[in-house]
């Protein structure tokens, strides 16, 4: 039982993470209807982002607290906002009326741009760089459960996070426009939304909360390197799809999901070795017997 | 290419890869190496082209394929040390085909992105799966494979697929794959089943990227799972797109540049990925007909 609790502590950590990462790409999604490739590689950016601007501001606040720990947290998610937004101007905005693969093909070509770039010397090199621990370490003990700060910081922050999103998207003019911009674009634009505007925000708000999520990620793996993203970014993808892709609480759902399931099974040793397949095996199943997700509406495809 | 000739093109090429091959004892090892290299890849990116290109499905798990063949040929050559080598590359490409078929039938009911993941998935899960097994090596893989891979199998082979897959397209049947690629509604409106076609262009597909995997593994003579990334897929993504989708001619020639230049450009190796991804969006953004398309189809267009 107590095993069984830990776990289930672990996996909610992790799962939060991914479902912060999914939010992000079930948001495009919804408003662009393709899958932000890049999306995983502006999670590591944001880890990246984080590792730079903790010694800077070591200078002005104590390090390892929790004030410079939301500092760093704001900033990197900020330098991702803008990073997401550049994104979808430079790649996507261009193939707005093209073929649906043109933008795949140029999602998968940014990501691996980013990955690439990000890899070679002159930037930041394909080694692996420990990460500092941004919050101060300590193990709390409950009930023989013992529960790290990293964990709870997450938790909380995660919560926040998705109260946060649900505000601006079912309570602020912006989120509004962002539904009306899903339901039905050509409308939504006669009806005076500046669709680019609303589209740029989403990438925005999206790159962001990957952002978050990178931190958190760097602060629990060994280290950092370019590489990072693509593992939590796939099983991200996959809790969105669990959930209903265009789905938000789908995505948030299917990210704990994920994230439960895995550390269930990386605790069992034969499924352990298997650990990097179960994610897809998951999404496989999914796509095959409910395609439209946990929550999501079937689609009718209209000619 | 034309079907007409594509029987006259096929025994000519078949005839030339003889003559070289009876003169590739002369020739140094290295360029012999890089020619075998081009030959390979030119029946990776003909066979994803057929996939990706005419009929339309982004498949990103080429690679895995291709690790299917190699490690089952490796494997049958070297437990049964087969008199005739094709043997070896036949079973490669069968396995391949059955992997192909295994994974297609239920993810081709996919579309677009979600097929690229799921395919992607599966090139990962099958790399996972080779690492993990005893039987193929582990993570160390299969090494000491015999070197049989020569210059006439090799290019015999790319002449084959080539023929195969032009003959293909071209056929009255083949025409469904283009229908399918253009319009998936219509095509099923006029009783064409988009999941058949599909389906057959993954096993044949396949079957090819088997047998390629299975020429690499003589080649090289080691198979280790982890040549087998994703990294390896999108290089032949990237051969199949700059050659431009759907155009048999323009892949062969983006197959060959793109296995010489990075031999040439050895000193710049930490860019070639940088400089792929960048032609890639590049590309997309500005001449999403490919690089090395002179003659745009009238026909069947996209």
């Known amino acids: ?112 741009l980013i990955e690439s770039a990000c890899q070679h010397q002159a930037i930041f090199g394909a080694a692996t760089r420990p990460f500092p621990k941004l919050i101060p370490q300590r193990d709390y003990q409950l009930a023989g459960l013992s529960v790290n700060s990293n964990d709870i910081g997450v938790l909380i922050v995660t919560a926040f996070l998705l109260a946060l999103l649900w505000w601006i998207v079912q309570r602020t003019k912006m989120g509004i426009a962002m539904r009306a911009i899903s339901f039905n674009e050509p409308a939504a634009a006669l009806m005076g939304i500046n669709i680019n505007r609303i589209i740029s925000f989403t990438f925005g708000l999206g790159s962001a909360l990957a952002a978050v999520a990178g931190v958190f990620y760097a602060m629990r793996a060994p280290g950092i390197e370019p590489l990072m993203g693509i593992q939590p970014g796939l099983r991200a993808f996959t809790a969105a799809v669990v959930g209903g892709i265009g789905n938000l609480p789908g995505a948030a759902l299917g990210g704990v999901l994920i994230g439960v399931l895995e550390t269930f099974a990386g605790g069992i040793p034969i499924l352990s070795n298997y650990r990097d397949g179960i994610a897809f095996s998951i999404l496989i199943l999914i796509l095959l017997f409910k395609p439209s997700g946990l929550l999501g509406k079937t689609e009718v495809e209209k000619v | ?41 030119i029946i990776l990116a003909v066979s994803l082209n057929l996939i990706n290109g005419h009929t339309g499905q982004f498949s990103l798990g080429h690679a895995g394929f291709m690790a299917v063949g190699g490690f089952t040929a490796a494997k049958f050559t070297l437990l049964t040390a087969p008199a005739f080598f094709p043997l070896s590359l036949l079973i490669g490409g069968l396995m391949a085909a059955l992997a192909g078929l295994l994974v297609g039938v239920p993810s081709l009911r996919l579309r677009g992105d979600y097929l690229a993941i799921v395919t992607l998935g599966f090139g990962e899960i099958i790399r996972v799966i080779f690492q993990n097994s005893q039987a193929f090596g582990a993570a160390t893989g299969l090494t000491g494979i015999p070197d049989l891979t020569t210059l006439f199998w090799t290019f015999g082979t790319a002449a084959i697929t080539v023929y195969v897959v032009t003959s293909l397209v071209n056929s009255t049947y083949g025409r469904g794959f283009i229908c399918v690629r253009d319009d998936e509604v219509a095509a099923a409106a006029i009783g064409i089943s988009p999941t058949r076609y599909k389906v057959t262009a993954f096993v044949v597909g396949a079957f090819f990227a088997g047998v390629a995997g299975a020429l690499y593994a003589h080649h090289k003579t080691v198979m280790q799972p982890d040549g087998f990334n994703f990294i390896r897929s999108i290089d032949i993504v990237v051969m199949v797109i700059l050659g431009g989708m759907g155009r048999t001619t323009g892949v062969i020639i983006a197959a060959v540049v793109l ?30 007909e490919g690089l090395f398309t002179i003659r745009k189809r009238t026909n069947a267009g996209a």
Not at chain 1, 67 to 85: E, F, N, P, T, Y
């Open chain 1, 1 to 112: 039982m107590d095993w069984f609790l830990q776990q289930l502590i672990n996996g909610l950590a992790l799962g939060s993470i991914y479902a912060l990462i999914a939010l992000g790409y079930t948001m495009v999604y919804g408003v662009l209807r393709f899958i932000n490739f890049a999306h995983s590689d502006v999670m590591m950016l944001g880890a990246f982002a984080a590792y730079f601007l903790a010694p800077v501001l070591a200078h002005v606040l104590a390090s390892e607290s929790y004030l410079s720990a939301l500092a760093i947290i704001v900033l990197a998610a900020a330098i991702c906002a803008i990073i997401g937004m550049l994104i979808e101007f430079l790649a996507y905005r261009p193939l707005r009326r093209r073929p649906k693969l043109a933008v795949l093909i140029t999602a998968i070509g940014v990501s691996l």
């Open chain 2, 1 to 41: 290419m034309n079907a007409r000739n594509s029987k006259k093109w096929l025994l000519a090429a078949l005839g030339a890869a003889l003559v070289i091959s009876y003169f590739s004892a002369q020739f140094n090892r290295y360029y012999l190496g890089v020619a075998i290299d081009v030959g390979i890849n």
């Open chain 2, 259 to 288: 296995t010489v230049l990075p031999e040439f450009l050895r000193e710049f190796a930490s860019y070639r990925m940088i400089l792929y991804s960048l032609l890639i969006i590049g590309l997309m953004l500005a001449r999403p």
